[in-house]
């Protein structure tokens, strides 16, 4: 016998409003772009990129700088997060006219709304690691 499928959704959180061209779309087939858990996702796809809107939060960085914050991540991986998050319009990127010179990176205001999120997750992670670790469970029969 076969489970029935649940016919009841999960709506939205309280206090989001759907703008009516979305809730006129999503009546039929529903797109994973109208999702706005995914737009944001999207956002912060990609190894490394929420580290680096983390490390902006505080204040503009320069690339060096942003390595030191983050020492596991490559130069290369780096400069391809930044430039896909200056590009999905999260990071601004500033060329400062020194000798040599140098660049800057900036979280825009998009990006500034993406840190209470991220304060959130880096809060339950921090809850998570103070958590005293779970009993094993044995495996196999429990013998008598």
Not at 72 to 92: D, G, H, N, P
Not at 103 to 125: D, H, N, S
Request: with cysteine.
């Amino acid at each position: 016998m076969s489970l029935r499928v649940r016919k009841n959704r999960v709506g939205l959180p309280a206090g989001i409003a759907v703008p009516p061209e979305v809730r006129a779309r999503s009546r039929g087939k529903r797109n994973a772009e109208d999702c706005p858990l995914n737009r944001v996702m999207d956002l912060l796809s990609g190894a490394w990129a929420p580290h680096v809107v983390w490390y902006l939060s505080a204040q503009p960085r320069r690339f060096g700088e942003l390595r030191i914050d983050i020492p596991a991540i490559s130069a290369r991986v780096l400069s391809q997060r930044l430039r896909e998050l200056e590009a999905k319009r999260v990071v601004t990127r500033t060329v400062i006219p020194t000798s040599p010179p140098s660049t800057e990176y900036a979280l825009t205001e998009l990006g500034q709304e993406l840190v209470p999120a991220l304060a959130a997750i880096a809060a339950v992670g921090t809850k998570l690691a103070n958590a005293p670790p779970r009993a094993k469970r044995a495996r196999g029969r429990v013998r008598s």
